[in-house]
């Protein structure tokens, strides 16, 4: 199965994983070429996982002490232009020549499996800091097939609902960075997208621990917190003008508006049917059997 498209090309099978043209090569690129720095910081998803909002909050928890908050470059830029993905980039150049000229601390993004970096990103000692976010699947389904409608060729017809439900329910992404996380628990930091929204104070805080630049009592004092959350918020990033262009541009298949749909827990109930979740839920059941984790 392939969901085409002019830009990404077809999804193929790669080790086990269901990844565009532009993936594997930027993959293999990565794995023969790229020079990991114990400072990068990879903020690692599925599409449609929350990887704009981690982004986001990634991008101004590093910068939280030079920004004023009425000012922000989150103001007037996409969260995808401030953390780009670098097998992306890497594909495009044909070389690691772009990521190796940025200066350290590197902030980039990825989509491939924590499986398909090399050693020497994740092995203990220079690995590179990894921040991954996942989301409640029937979520993601819904939020995918909204999304991979928009990136689909006009000629072609949309995808139905049950196409894209046949297509979903290969494959695993999620169990490579737990346990990572739970192994290098200081390179490795894993999320869920329904305790961000239930928690977010808690949640940028865990996130600047994480990166080693926790919130000072004079930060806190003066509600930096408080102000990337309101930032970084769905209401407050969708309605910034940047992010209302629907039209693509940067070479990208999609507009900035096509990131930022509904932004909630539970939308799936609208759009499932009866049969679908329950399937789901078996499969992912099934997948998380004997791993030690669970969406709950
Ligand atoms: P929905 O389609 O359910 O609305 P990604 O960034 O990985 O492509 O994921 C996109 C999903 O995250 C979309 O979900 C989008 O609306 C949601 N999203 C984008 N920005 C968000 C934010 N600031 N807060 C919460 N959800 C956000």
Known sequence: PSVETPDEGQLFQYHGFWISSFGIKGSLLIHDHFKP????IIVATYPK????????????IINKAPFDFSDHPLHKVNPQDLVPFFEGITCKDGSTS?????PSPRLLSTHLPYSLFPT?????TMACRFLYVCR???DVLVSKWHFVNKLRPKKLPPLSLEETFDLFCKGDHILGYWKA???LPKKVLFLKYEDVKKEPLGCVRKVAEFLGVPFTPEEENNEIVEQIVKLCSFESMSNQDVNKLDKRYQQRPVSNSDFFKKGEVGDWVNHLSPEMAEKLDQITEEKLQDTGFNFH
């Open 181 to 183: 996380s739970v192994e």
């Open 98 to 102: 772009f990521v190796d000229g940025i």
């Open 37 to 40: 720095r114990s400072t990068d």
């Open 120 to 124: 020497r990103m994740t092995d203990d």
């Open 136 to 138: 409640y699947p029937k």
């Open 49 to 60: 996982y929350g990887t704009t909002w981690l982004k986001a909050f990634v991008f101004s």
